[in-house]
C-alpha cells in the first residue's frame, strides 16, 4: 500500500523558516509529480508547488521566492523549504503525488496534512 506521511510543520514567527518533509513508502515503480497544496481555515485547498520527475519546477505565484521545492532519495523524498514566512502562509500543508504504484498503477496518492502556523 502506498502512503505518503509529511513532517515538519510547527509554529514559527513571521520572517522565519520550516522545512517539511513527504516521504513515500510503498511498491512503487516512481512519482511523475510530487506537489504541495495548503488549506487555511474556511478556504478552499489550493496548489502551493510541484516537481516533475525529469524536475521541472512550478511555484504559485504567492510563494514564489520564497518557497523551494526538491527532492531526494531517488525521488521517493520531497521536500518544502519555507523562508520569510508570512501569517497568510499559516494552513494545513499537504503533499500529493501522482505515481505508478506495482499493484493499483498510475493515482493520486496524499499525506495525512502538517499543520504551519505563522504568528505575526
Known amino acids: 500500500q502506498v502512503q505518503l506521511v509529511e513532517s515538519g510543520g510547527g509554529l514559527v514567527q513571521a520572517g522565519g523558516s520550516l522545512r517539511l518533509s513527504c516521504a513515500v513508502s510503498g511498491r512503487i515503480f516512481g512519482i511523475k509529480t510530487m506537489a504541495w497544496y495548503r488549506q487555511a481555515p474556511g478556504k478552499q485547498r489550493e496548489w502551493v508547488a510541484n516537481?516533475?520527475?525529469?524536475?521541472?519546477?512550478n511555484y504559485a505565484d504567492s510563494v514564489k521566492g520564497r518557497f523551494t521545492i526538491s527532492r531526494a532519495n531517488a525521488g521517493n523524498t520531497g521536500y518544502l523549504q519555507m523562508n520569510n514566512l508570512k501569517p497568510e502562509d499559516t494552513a494545513v500543508y499537504y503533499c500529493n503525488a501522482y505515481i505508478r504504484a506495482v499493484v493499483d498503477g498510475l493515482g493520486d496518492y496524499w499525506g495525512q496534512g502538517t499543520q504551519v502556523t505563522v504568528s505575526s
Open positions: 516537481i516533475t520527475s525529469t524536475d521541472r519546477i
